[in-house]
């Protein structure tokens, strides 16, 4: 059973340009939820899709977008990069239906993202 | 607005010694906690978590968590440290009412453990 897969692992990008980051959720899960973990900071919530929509989102630009694919899986893209930006992006997944959350949420490994 | 706060940034212990982890949060109603293990390069592992009943939690690996409201704390405990158990320790609370989606969680900044051997 495929748990969380997020690709690519690392990345490197020069400031000014955009970056999709992918994400494949575990198996049976339907909600996608993306967070950025800056270099010794806990992980911030940047938005969470479900049923191809974004349903909640967190004090993130606009520059953060993103999609849900028919297949669960998800895209995150950042524009106009900024120094900033340089983060672990951590993809999520659960299962929307359990409200008593007994399904834990899954997390990916990440993907490094570097401005340089 | 809703807080995490884990007032140590890094604790080093001895393997075989007790370990104790600090949170506090701050919410007006019954918060739905979580610790979580995140080692080198990898992403967060859920260590145990707390939503509602007996204020003491069993979780993986020999950890357990003590929900204190009246201090509004749910600190980490582990009777023997393990050299394996070296990582970041993150606690985090579900944002906003019960029903909220767990996907969207407030973190602390986290506490990184050394095991001493």
């Known amino acids: 059973d495929a748990g969380v897969t997020q690709s690519p692992t690392h990345l490197i990008k020069t400031r000014g340009q955009q970056v999709t980051l992918r994400c494949s959720p575990k198996s049976g899960h339907d909600t996608v939820s993306w967070y950025q973990q800056a270099l010794g900071q806990g992980p911030q919530f940047i938005f969470q899709y479900y049923e191809e929509e974004e349903r909640q989102r967190g004090n993130f630009p606009d520059r953060f977008s993103g999609h849900q694919f028919p297949n669960y899986s998800s895209e995150l893209n950042v524009n106009a990069l900024l120094l900033g930006d340089s983060a672990l992006y951590l993809c999520?997944?659960?299962?929307?239906?359990?409200?008593?959350?007994?399904?834990?949420?899954?997390f990916g490994n990440g993907t490094r993202l570097t401005v340089t | 607005a809703q807080s995490v706060t884990q007032p140590d940034i890094h604790i080093t212990v001895s393997e075989g010694a007790s370990l104790e982890l600090r949170c506090n949060y701050s919410y007006g109603a019954t918060p739905y906690l979580f610790w979580y293990v995140q080692s080198p390069g990898q992403g967060l592992q859920l260590l145990l978590k707390y939503f509602s009943g007996d204020t003491l939690v069993q979780g993986i690996k020999g950890f357990e968590a003590e929900f204190k409201r009246s201090q509004s704390s749910f600190n980490l405990r582990k009777p023997s440290v393990h050299w394996s158990d070296a990582a970041e320790y993150f606690c985090a609370v579900v944002r906003g009412n019960y029903g909220g989606s767990q996907g969207n969680l407030i973190f602390g900044k986290g506490t990184k453990l050394s095991v001493k051997p």
């Open positions: 999520a997944s659960s299962l929307r239906q359990d409200s008593s959350y007994n399904s834990p949420l899954h």
